[in-house]
T-cell receptor
Framework: DAGITQSPRHKVTETGTPVTLRCHQT?????MYWYRQDPGHGLRLIHY???????DKGEVSDGYSVSRSKTEDFLLTLESATSSQTSVYFC???????????FGSGTRLTVV | GENVEQHPSTLSVQEGDSAVIKCTYS??????FPWYKQELGKRPQLIID?????GEKKDQRIAVTLNKTAKHFSLHITETQPEDSAVYFC????????FGPGTSLSVIP
C-alpha cells in the first residue's frame, strides 16, 4: 500500500518510558521525514533524512531523536515520553525536495 | 526558517460553488508549493503542486496560482462536491516542506 508502512499503528505508553516508531519504505526514495499532527497546528516537521546516516532537525525536534541505518528504514525515538508528545505521527517519503510526499498511515501515540 | 500561513481555517460552501484557500510564505528561497488533502482519519494525499517557474496550474476542477513577488499562493476548487469535504494543507519547500495549519472545507449538499 503506497510503498510505505508505519509501525505500530497505535501505542499507549507511560510518561518517562522510551518509545520507538518505525517507518519502512519499499520505494528506494532518498528522503524520509517524521511529522507530528496536532489540532490547530497542522503537520510539524520533527526530523528528516536525506540519506543513510544523514539526518537533520525540523521545527519541533526537542525530545526526539532519529536514526537511518538503511535506505528503507527511518526510526523515531522518544527518549523519555511526556504527555505533550501525545500526537499522531506521520512518516513521509519523497524522491527529492521538489517532489510531493507519500505519507504513511500514521501512528497514534498516547502518553499517559 | 520558513513560515506558512493559511486562510481561512474553516470554510463552508454549497455544493456546486467554488472554494478558495489562500496561503502566504516567508522564505523567498522556497521553490516548490504542494497542496495536500486529508480526509477524516486518513493520511494526507498530494492533490496538486506548483513550482516557482510557473504561475498557474490546473487539473480538472482544481487550480493553483502562485505570486512569487507577493509570496502568495492559492488553491481554487470549482463545482465543489460533497467528497471534496476534507482538511486541505498548503506547503512551501526549499530544502524541506513546511506546512500551513490547514483549512477544514465542508461542502453542503
Amino acid at each position: 500500500d503506497a510503498g510505505i508502512t508505519q509501525s505500530p499503528r497505535h501505542k499507549v505508553t507511560e510518561t518517562g518510558t522510551p518509545v520507538t516508531l518505525r517507518c519502512h519504505q519499499t520505494e528506494n526514495h532518498r528522503y524520509m521525514y517524521w511529522y507530528r499532527q496536532d489540532p490547530g497546528h497542522g503537520l510539524r516537521l520533527i526530523h528528516y533524512s536525506y540519506g543513510v546516516k544523514d539526518t537533520d532537525k525540523g521545527e519541533v525536534s526537542d525530545g526526539y531523536s532519529v536514526s537511518r541505518s538503511k535506505t528503507e528504514d527511518f526510526l523515531l525515538t522518544l527518549e523519555s515520553a511526556t504527555s505533550s508528545q501525545t500526537s499522531v505521527y506521520f512518516c513521509a517519503i519523497s524522491e527529492s525536495t521538489r517532489y510531493g510526499y507519500t505519507f504513511g498511515s500514521g501512528t497514534r501515540l498516547t502518553v499517559v | 526558517g520558513e513560515n506558512v500561513e493559511q486562510h481561512p481555517s474553516t470554510l463552508s460552501v454549497q455544493e456546486g460553488d467554488s472554494a478558495v484557500i489562500k496561503c502566504t510564505y516567508s522564505d523567498s528561497a522556497s521553490n516548490y508549493f504542494p497542496w495536500y488533502k486529508q480526509e477524516l482519519g486518513k493520511r494526507p494525499q498530494l492533490i496538486i503542486d506548483i513550482r516557482s517557474n510557473v504561475g498557474e496550474k490546473k487539473d480538472q476542477r482544481i487550480a493553483v496560482t502562485l505570486n512569487k513577488t507577493a509570496k502568495h499562493f492559492s488553491l481554487h476548487i470549482t463545482e465543489t462536491q460533497p467528497e471534496d469535504s476534507a482538511v486541505y494543507f498548503c506547503a512551501a519547500s526549499y530544502d524541506k516542506v513546511i506546512f500551513g495549519p490547514g483549512t477544514s472545507l465542508s461542502v453542503i449538499p
